[in-house]
């Protein structure tokens, strides 16, 4: 993306003070020398005038200072610039901009002049004040309520952060240089947009008159390091035994619902199941927003398409799984069932395509049957509900609830098998889950993952295929069926 169109959204004066928060700022870059002279500079304030305001903190005469600086910086820099090469556009706007500040007789403390530095960077080449919470390896998600309520998650809670925007049209600008380089808008005729930054975290964006408190950007942000089973066992979200048994599960091709609420960690466990498809099967993923990340040679990844500025052009996640029907696959893993491409994903497990494996947003492995139900029923095909019951029986061996609880943490809190149908009735067996015991005075939620004692019915599948599980993962004196 060139500097011109990044520029377009760039805020000009802000309406309130600097924002405070910064990184830890580089040394001061060398050399101000820029090719092209400067635009005359206004007249600066005497330095009397300035260095008494600035030791008095003026806020006024900061934000002033700050608003001239960088509309002078963006008015110099040069429109075809690369603003994906951070480096070079960091150490440019680091010349202008001590430049300016010379330029304009100001005696900045340290402190103040690397706070305003960053904050312009900020705004002309980051995300303006969220920056430095995407830039913070511990906040896992970013959350913009309107301008002056930002909430992050650290560590699975919630907290408000210490920094705001200036008004609801610097949130519309960041909205806009988020979604512009994908050709696609956020305007009152178009008021709710999903987007990816470049490192791959997922952006959700909804203005008003839809968002009656002001712009509102909602950031998943995409982990730096993916998480194994190793790490899930050491979080205490799943138990050594439980991931012994789901890693045989996926070798020995059951089809997995991973059942959970919004960000109790459906996508990160789907990861870890997948990373348990042999290397020589032909895996295929379908998402809206590629999340998956695999090691396996053989992978083939889907993505949907939204519709276009006119409407046009959609490709949604049921035209791609029905597509990859015609691509051979050995696995098709989709990323969320949230339609009518759960009624192809059913078929499709009850026509060979075993050892598939999806998500759904459900609180409990019954309701999760619902739901697919329901989504099934999204189809639109007209059938009966005691056939889709039916088919959804058949098609799905083991669902794994995922939850995050009370105290941030996210647990696997079932691992139920789907033994058949009785009658008009699913029959849903538990083999895992999770007992929660107490709350210690941290908060802390206190339990233990515990298998049931009862072995799933489908044990001859794990045998089948040669993985020899020990009586124990089941508890001593698991019985059997
Ligand atoms: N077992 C875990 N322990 C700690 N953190 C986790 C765990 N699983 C996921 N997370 C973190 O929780 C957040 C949400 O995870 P994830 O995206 O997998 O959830 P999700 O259920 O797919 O969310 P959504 O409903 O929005 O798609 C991420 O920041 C992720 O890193
Ligand atoms: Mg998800």
Partial sequence: MSLLRRLESTPGRPESEPQAAVAAPPPPAQGTQQAAPPPPPPPPPSARETRGESTRGSKEALKELRGRVQDRLIKELDPKMDVNDHHK?????????????????????????????????????????????LDDDDVTEVMVNGPFKIFVEKKGRLTLADVRFDDNDHVRRIIERIISPLGRRCDESQPLVDARLADGSRVNAIIPPLALDGPTITIRKFPKKRLYIEDLIKFGSVNAEMGEFLRACVISRFNIVVSGGTGSGKTTLLNVLSSFIPEEERIITVEDAAEIQLMQEHWVRLESRKPNIEGKGAITIRDLVMNTLRMRPDRIVIGECRGGEALDMIQAMNTGHDGSLTTVHANTPKDCISRLEVLVMMAGMDLPLSAIRRQIASAVNMIV?????????????????????????????????????????????????????????????????????????????????
């Fill in 401 to 481: 609830q995922q939850e995050r609880l009370r105290d941030g943490s996210r647990k696997v809190t079932y691992v139920t098998e789907v033994q058949g149908m009785e009658g008009e009735t699913v029959v849903l067996q538990d083999i895992f889950l999770y007992e929660q015991t107490g709350i210690d005075d941290n908060g802390k939620i206190i339990g233990h993952h515990k298998p049931t004692g009862l072995r799933p019915k489908q044990m001859w599948r794990i045998q089948d295929a040669g993985i020899q599980l020990a009586p124990s993962v089941f508890g001593a004196g698991a019985r059997g069926f």
């Fill in 89 to 133: 556009m960091r150490d440019t706007i680091r010349k202008l901009y001590d430049r300016i500040l010379e330029e304009e007789g100001q005696l900045l403390p340290r402190g103040e002049r690397e706070m305003m530095f960053e904050s312009i960077l900020a705004d002309i080449i980051g995300m303006g004040p969220i920056q430095i919470l």
